[in-house]
C-alpha cells in the first residue's frame, strides 16, 4: 500500500475509533473507500494485515452501520464487500440511535420532581433531539438535486 493510501487508511480508523469502532473496522472501511472493486475477505486481511476474524467483525459492523455491502457470491461461500453509503448512512444510524434514546429518555420525564433533575433530561432531551433535527434537514438537502 502506498504512503499517502496508508496514510488515508489508518487515518479513516482513527476517526472511527473515536465514535468507539475497533480500528480495524475504521481501516477496513478506508480501504473500501479506495477499491474500485469489491474486496474479498482475504483480499482485506491481506492488503491490512489483520486476522481472518478482525475482517470478519469489521465486516459485520460496517454492515450493520450501513456503510458496508456484502455481496454473496453464487456457488460459493466466498463474500466481497464493498464501501456503501458513506457519512450519510452512518449518520442515519446515528440518527436512529438518538431516537431510541429519545424515547427512552422521555420515559424518565415522569420519575422525576419538578426540579435540577427535570431540567437537565429535558436539556438532553432537546440536545438529542435537535442533533437529529438538524442532521436530517442536513441530509435532506445533501440529497436534494442540484439546482440548474
Do not use: C
Request: glycine share 10%.
Amino acid at each position: 500500500m502506498s504512503g499517502a493510501r496508508e496514510e488515508f487508511v489508518a487515518s479513516v480508523g482513527d476517526l472511527l475509533a473515536s465514535w468507539n469502532l475497533p480500528h480495524a473496522t475504521g481501516r477496513t472501511y478506508g480501504l473500501l473507500l479506495l477499491s474500485a472493486e469489491p474486496l474479498s475477505h482475504d483480499q482485506i486481511s491481506a492488503e491490512l494485515g489483520l486476522s481472518k476474524g478482525a475482517v470478519s467483525t469489521a465486516v459485520r459492523q460496517l454492515d450493520s452501520w450501513g456503510l458496508a455491502r456484502v455481496i454473496p457470491q453464487a456457488g460459493s461461500r466466498r463474500l466481497l464487500v464493498e464501501a456503501a453509503g458513506g457519512i450519510e448512512s452512518l449518520l442515519e444510524a446515528s440518527h436512529a440511535r438518538a431516537r431510541t434514546l429519545i424515547e427512552a429518555l422521555r420515559k424518565g420525564e415522569g420519575l422525576v420532581e419538578p426540579g435540577p433533575a427535570h431540567e437537565r433530561l429535558l436539556d438532553v432531551v432537546g440536545l438529542f433531539t435537535a442533533y437529529v433535527d438538524v442532521g436530517e434537514k442536513m441530509i435532506k438537502a445533501h440529497r436534494r438535486p442540484p439546482a440548474r
